[in-house]
């Protein structure tokens, strides 16, 4: 089983950036179609911020487009998230897992991002 541990995470001014980290335990992430997602306060659901491919192709929210950029780097099992710009609205926890439409993990702890305005 994949345990995935997210780190990063923290407070920043509106305009600054952070890069998160996920780590993933197990030789099977490479094949595995790869998402980060956020929890804002009061919201019960996770959001898709942005996915990558096993080969590289990504995707992302159009609320991140152009100030976020996904990674990864399959030798070291981990996929990156830029956060270039933020805003007071990208305040949440960032969790990673499997992609949509593919069989999610056991969801890690998730890092805190806070945005002051």
């Known amino acids: 089983q994949v345990q995935l541990v997210e780190s990063g995470g923290g407070l920043v001014q509106a305009g600054g950036s952070l890069r998160l980290s996920c780590a993933a335990s197990?030789?099977?992430?490479?094949?595995?179609?790869m998402g980060w997602y956020r929890q804002a306060p009061g919201k019960q659901q996770r959001e898709l911020v942005a996915?990558?491919?096993?080969?590289?192709?990504?995707n992302y929210a159009d609320s991140v487009l152009g100030r976020f950029t996904i990674s990864r780097d399959n030798a070291k099992n981990t996929v990156y998230l830029q956060m270039n710009s933020l805003k007071p609205a990208d305040t949440a926890v960032y969790y990673c897992?499997?992609?949509?439409?593919?069989?999610?993990?056991?969801w890690g702890q998730g890092t805190q991002v806070t945005v002051s305005s």
């Open positions: 897992n499997a992609a949509p439409g593919v069989r999610k993990f056991d």
């Open positions: 197990g030789s099977i992430f490479s094949i595995y179609a």
């Open positions: 996915a990558i491919t096993s080969g590289g192709r990504t």
